[in-house]
C-alpha cells in the first residue's frame, strides 16, 4: 500500500459537489497489498465500502467522483478517438488509392467498435435521465421542507431565527444539486454532438475525397442516430471539474471526445463549506 493510499485514512469524503458523505475509517485490500475498496462511516446508513478507483485525496478531504461521470468520460473520449481515427483513414484512402484494401482490415475494427460504444451509449444515456430524476425529486423534496418550514414561521410554531437557519441550509443543499444537474446536462450535450458528428463523418465523407474511398467509407451507416436535443450547453457549475483519480483520470472532454484543459475551482469551493 502506498504513502497516498494510507493517506485516505481519517480523512473526511465528499462528492465532487460538496456534499457530506462520511469518514474514511479504514481500506480493504487484495493479496498484492493495492486498496480494492474504502470503508466510509457514513452516520445513520452504517459502513459503505467505496470503490477505490472513485476516491482521491484532495489536501484535507477525499473527493467521491461519481460512476455515472466517469463511464461518461471513457465513453467520450473512447468514441471520438475511433472518429478521429476514422476520419485518419479516410485521409489516407483519398490520398493513396493503392492502400484500399489495407484501409479496409482496419476500417472493420473501427467498425465494430462504433457498434460497441453505440450500445454503451445507451446505457450510459439511460443513467444520466435516471440520474436527472433522482435529483429532481431531491429538489422538490427541499421545496416542500422549505414551505412547511414558512407555514410553520408564519403561524408562529417557530422564530424567525429558526426559519432563517432552514432557508440557509437548504440554499446549500440546493447548490450542490444544480451543480451536479448541470454537469451531467452539459455531457449529455457533448454525448449528442458526438453522435452527431459520428453520422456525419460515416455517412457525408469530405467532397474532395476519392470516389474509391466514398464509396467505401459510407457504407458505414449503422452507428447511433443523433439524440434529440438536449438542453443549450450550461456553463460550468461553480465547483468546477472533478479532481483527476487514480486509475480514472477526470477532465473535460470536448464534443470529438478531445480531452479539454480547463481551471478548476472545485477544491476551494469544498474547502471552504
Not at 71 to 97: F, P, W
Request: charged share 30%; with cysteine; proline share 4%.
Amino acid at each position: 500500500m502506498s504513502k497516498d493510499e494510507i493517506e485516505f485514512i481519517g480523512k473526511q469524503v465528499k462528492d465532487m459537489y460538496g456534499t457530506f458523505i462520511g469518514k474514511v475509517v479504514g481500506t480493504i485490500t487484495d493479496i498484492d497489498g493495492s486498496v480494492q475498496t474504502v470503508g466510509v462511516d457514513c452516520g445513520s446508513e452504517g459502513l459503505k465500502q467505496l470503490p477505490f478507483e472513485q476516491l482521491v485525496v484532495q489536501g484535507a478531504f477525499v473527493i467521491y467522483i461519481p460512476r455515472w461521470r466517469l463511464e461518461a468520460q471513457r465513453l467520450l473520449r473512447e468514441k471520438g478517438l475511433t472518429l478521429r481515427r476514422i476520419h485518419a483513414l479516410m485521409d489516407i484512402v483519398s490520398e493513396n488509392d493503392d492502400m484500399k484494401e489495407d484501409a479496409e482490415l482496419i476500417h472493420e475494427k473501427y467498425k465494430m467498435k462504433l457498434l460497441t460504444l453505440e450500445e454503451t451509449e445507451k446505457q450510459i444515456k439511460e443513467k444520466l435521465e435516471q440520474r436527472i430524476k433522482e435529483l429532481d425529486s431531491q429538489f422538490q423534496s427541499i421545496r416542500m421542507l422549505v414551505f412547511d418550514a414558512k407555514l410553520q414561521f408564519k403561524s408562529n410554531e417557530i422564530s424567525d431565527a429558526k426559519y432563517e437557519s432552514v432557508k440557509t441550509q437548504t440554499v446549500e443543499i440546493i447548490e450542490h444539486i444544480e451543480h451536479e444537474k448541470a454537469e451531467i446536462v452539459s455531457i449529455q450535450k457533448r454525448i449528442t454532438d458526438l453522435s452527431v458528428e459520428s453520422v456525419e463523418r460515416t455517412q457525408s465523407p469530405k467532397q474532395e475525397l476519392h470516389t474509391a474511398a466514398i464509396s467505401y467509407l459510407g457504407k458505414v451507416n449503422t452507428v447511433s442516430q443523433p439524440a434529440q436535443a438536449v438542453a443549450a450547453p450550461v456553463s460550468d457549475p461553480p465547483v468546477g471539474n472533478a479532481p483527476q483519480a487514480p486509475t480514472q483520470r477526470p477532465v473535460a472532454i470536448g464534443a470529438d471526445g478531445a480531452e479539454e484543459s480547463q481551471d478548476s475551482d472545485w477544491l476551494s469551493r469544498i474547502s471552504s463549506q
